[in-house]
Nanobody, 120 residues
Framework: EVQLVESGGGLVQAGGSLRLSCTAS????????IGWFRQVPGKARERLGC????????YYGVSEKGRFTVSSDIAKKTVYLQVNSLKPEDSANYYCAALELYCSGYEVSWGQGTQVTVSS
């Protein structure tokens, strides 16, 4: 089964940028779409974006406003989430998930998350 590890979170000032990484091991990378999500304690998980070899990149909700970019490096089995013009409300735990084949597929596995804190 595919396993995912996120990295790249941290403390950043408002207006800054971060690139989060989601690196996969095990499984066959092309068998999965990789989705990015975020969650603040006490609030619902928010879907941000997804990438698959067959569908390319898709964006949802707040990420449709152009500050978020999802990309992948197949050779490194890594999917990235670039977030620009960070706002304090972007503070959350960011997760990636492996989805079966397509971005609409069921969730196969999750990473442990990486915390992003944006200071005003």
């Amino acid at each position: 089964e595919v396993q995912l590890v996120e990295s790249g979170g941290g403390l950043v000032q408002a207006g800054g940028s971060l690139r989060l990484s989601c690196t996969a091991s095990g499984g066959t990378f092309d068998d999965y779409a990789i989705g990015w999500f975020r969650q603040v304690p006490g609030k619902a998980r928010e879907r941000l974006g997804c990438v698959s070899s067959t569908e390319g990149s898709s964006y949802y909700g707040v990420s449709e406003k152009g500050r978020f970019t999802v990309s992948s490096d197949i050779a490194k089995k890594t999917v990235y989430l670039q977030v620009n013009s960070l706002k304090p409300e972007d503070s959350a735990n960011y997760y990636c998930a492996a989805l079966e084949l397509y971005c609409s597929g069921y969730e196969v596995s999750w990473g442990q998350g990486t915390q992003v804190t944006v200071s005003s």
